[in-house]
C-alpha cells in the first residue's frame, strides 16, 4: 500500500475523531485535564488488546531515541490539554480550522529540524492545501480569542508530536509506538494533575466516562496507526505530517452532517477538490 494512500485513511480516521472529541466535550462532564487522561488511556487499552496483531510490544531503549519518545509523549499530553480546554467555548468547525495551523508548524520545524527539501511544485502545492483550508473558514470562525489562542497553541504541541512520531516510527513497531504515544501521554497529564483527575473520577458518571473516550479512541487509534506506517513508507516522513493537516476540511463535512454545523456546502466541496490537487503536487 502507497504512503499517500495510508496518509488519506489516516485522514478519514482523524477526522472522525475530530467530530467524536466534540461529543466527548460536551458529554463527558469533567474537565480538560481528566478529558485528556482518559482518552489517551482508553487508546494505551486498545493498543494492548491489538497488540498482538501488529507483532507485539518490543521495548529496546538501545535503539530508541529518548529524546524523539519524550517529546511523542510530551507533546500529545500536553497538546490534548489545550485541545480540550479550547473546544469547550468553539464550534468544532472553528476548532478544526484554527488546528490546522498545524501545517505551518510542520513545514517550519521539518525545514529546520528533519532537513525537508522542497521544490516549487511541492510549495505550490502546500498553497493549494492552505487556500482549501482558508475556504472552509468562511462562516466558521468566531473571535472566541482565549479559545482559538488554546488551539493553536496545542496545533503546535501536535506538530511535534507528528514529527517526532515521523522518527520514532522508524525505531520501534507499531504496538509499542502505539503504546508509547498513549500510555505516555496519559502518564503526563496524570502526573501533571493527578489530584484533579481523581477528583472527577470520583464523581463522574461511569458510563459516559469509561464508553465515550473509549469509542472516541478507536478512530485515533486509527490514525495513529495507518500514519505510523505512511511514515515508515514515505521517503520524506515530513511531507505525512503536511498532508495530515488536511483532515480539516473532512471534519468540517462530518460536522456539517453530524453536529449540525451547517452552511458553504459549495465551498467545502471545493475545497476537497483543492485538497487532492495538493496532495499530488505535495506527493511530487
Do not use: C
Amino acid at each position: 500500500m502507497s504512503w499517500l494512500l495510508l496518509t488519506f485513511i489516516s485522514i478519514i480516521f482523524r477526522s472522525i475523531y475530530g467530530v467524536m472529541t466534540k461529543v466527548l466535550s460536551n458529554q463527558v462532564k469533567v474537565s480538560a485535564y481528566t478529558q485528556a487522561t482518559l482518552l489517551p488511556l482508553s487508546g494505551a487499552v486498545i493498543a494492548i488488546v491489538i497488540s498482538p496483531l501488529l507483532g507485539g510490544l518490543h521495548f529496546d531503549f538501545s535503539e530508541i531515541s529518548l529524546v524523539a519518545m519524550a517529546l511523542v509523549m510530551l507533546g500529545q499530553g500536553l497538546g490534548n490539554i489545550l485541545y480540550f480546554a479550547s473546544i469547550k467555548n468553539l464550534t468544532n468547525g472553528t476548532a478544526q480550522i484554527a488546528f490546522s495551523s498545524i501545517l505551518l508548524f510542520n513545514t517550519f520545524l521539518s525545514l529546520i529540524f528533519l532537513d525537508l527539501s522542497l521544490s516549487l511544485m511541492n510549495v505550490f502545492g502546500l498553497m493549494l492545501l492552505m487556500l482549501a483550508i482558508l475556504s472552509v473558514a468562511t462562516g466558521k470562525i468566531e473571535l472566541h480569542r482565549k479559545g482559538v489562542v488554546l488551539m493553536v497553541s496545542s496545533a503546535f504541541l501536535f506538530s511535534v508530536f507528528q514529527l517526532s512520531s515521523a522518527e520514532i516510527s522508524k525505531q520501534v513497531g507499531a504496538a509499542t509506538y502505539l503504546l508509547i504515544a498513549y500510555l505516555g501521554a496519559a502518564l503526563v497529564v496524570f502526573i501533571l494533575k493527578w489530584r484533579v483527575v481523581i477528583k472527577d473520577l470520583s464523581v463522574a458518571k461511569r458510563r459516559s466516562t469509561i464508553g465515550i473516550p473509549l469509542l472516541t479512541a478507536i478512530p485515533s487509534v486509527g490514525n495513529f496507526l495507518f500514519a505510523y506506517y505512511a511514515y515508515r513508507a514515505a521517503p520524506e516522513p515530513a511531507k505525512v505530517a503536511m498532508l495530515l493537516t488536511s483532515q480539516v476540511v473532512l471534519t468540517v463535512f462530518l460536522s456539517y452532517f453530524f453536529l449540525k454545523e451547517r452552511g458553504h456546502l459549495v465551498r467545502k466541496v471545493m475545497a476537497a477538490v483543492l485538497v487532492v490537487v495538493s496532495a499530488i503536487l505535495i506527493k511530487g
